[in-house]
């Protein structure tokens, strides 16, 4: 089992920047893809950012790309979310995901392949 707890949200002005964290507990030993997702009051949940277990490879969705910046520190099992140029329609619960990975470079970007998920986090980007 894996336990993930995010962090970093609030609120925030259109154009400003977050960082969201996402702590992993558990058996953590185990190597994992990880990513970001988000919902939106009347929305269904959306792919944000993953990441696999090495590091080295990403993908974006098209909405944040260029803005938001997906990262991962294996020694302190712990993944972030670095947000610029936030935008009103930013303005979610995020919450973070992972799923055991036996390659190392694999990206996950598909919500019903992840096993775990954290609590979320809100961010709100006010106009």
């Known amino acids: 089992q894996v336990q993930l707890v995010e962090s970093g949200g609030g609120l925030v002005q259109a154009g400003g920047s977050l960082r969201l964290s996402c702590a992993a507990s558990?058996?953590?030993?185990?190597?994992?893809?990880m990513g970001w997702f988000r919902q939106a009051p009347g929305k269904e949940r959306e792919f944000v950012a993953a990441?696999?277990?090495?590091?080295?490879?990403?993908s974006y969705a098209d909405s944040v790309k260029g803005r938001f910046t997906i990262s991962r520190d294996n020694a302190k099992n712990t993944l972030y979310l670095k947000m610029n140029s936030l935008k009103p329609e930013d303005t979610a619960v995020y919450y973070c995901?992972?799923?055991?990975?036996?390659?190392?470079?694999?990206?996950?970007?598909?919500?019903?392949?992840?096993?775990?998920w954290g609590q979320g986090t809100q961010v709100t980007v006010s106009s």
């Open positions: 558990g058996r953590t030993w185990r190597s994992y893809a």
């Open positions: 995901a992972a799923v055991i990975t036996y390659v190392h470079t694999i990206v996950v970007v598909t919500a019903d392949e992840y096993d775990y």
């Open positions: 990441i696999s277990w090495s590091g080295g490879k990403t």
